[in-house]
């Protein structure tokens, strides 16, 4: 059974860091396509970052491009969002998700396992 934990959120002020990590259990997740995920109040579930399992393929949202970066240790199973120059319309959950596939894509109905989410909030 697939297993995907997010943890690493908290609230941190505009400016500030944090860095998000994704422990992914229950399967052999090379060929999948791991992807962060954030949902403001009121608002629909958005595209944050995507990562190949193999390889060095990243996808930025355009929000989040030059600020946020993605990255894996396959040793531990775990992904991490790097979070850096965060501002106050960051506050979301941020949610993890894998995707069976080998290409990158950033429909959140294309995602086949997903965590629970873990709350990030930045104050101006």
């Known amino acids: 059974q697939v297993q995907l934990v997010e943890s690493g959120g908290g609230l941190v002020q505009a400016g500030g860091s944090l860095r998000l990590s994704c422990a992914a259990s229950?399967?052999?997740?090379?060929?999948?396509?791991m992807g962060w995920f954030r949902q403001a109040p009121g608002k629909e579930r958005e595209f944050v970052a995507a990562i190949r399992w193999t390889g060095m393929d990243t996808y930025y949202a355009d929000s989040v491009k030059g600020r946020f970066t993605i990255s894996r240790d396959n040793a531990k199973n775990t992904v991490y969002l790097q979070m850096n120059s965060l501002k106050p319309e960051d506050t979301a959950v941020y949610y993890c998700?894998?995707?069976?596939?080998?290409?990158?894509?950033?429909?959140?109905?294309?995602?086949?396992?997903w965590g629970q989410g873990t709350q990030v909030s930045v104050s101006s």
């Open positions: 998700a894998a995707d069976r596939t080998v290409v990158i894509v950033t429909r959140v109905s294309a995602y086949d396992y």
């Open positions: 229950g399967r052999t997740f090379s060929g999948y396509v």
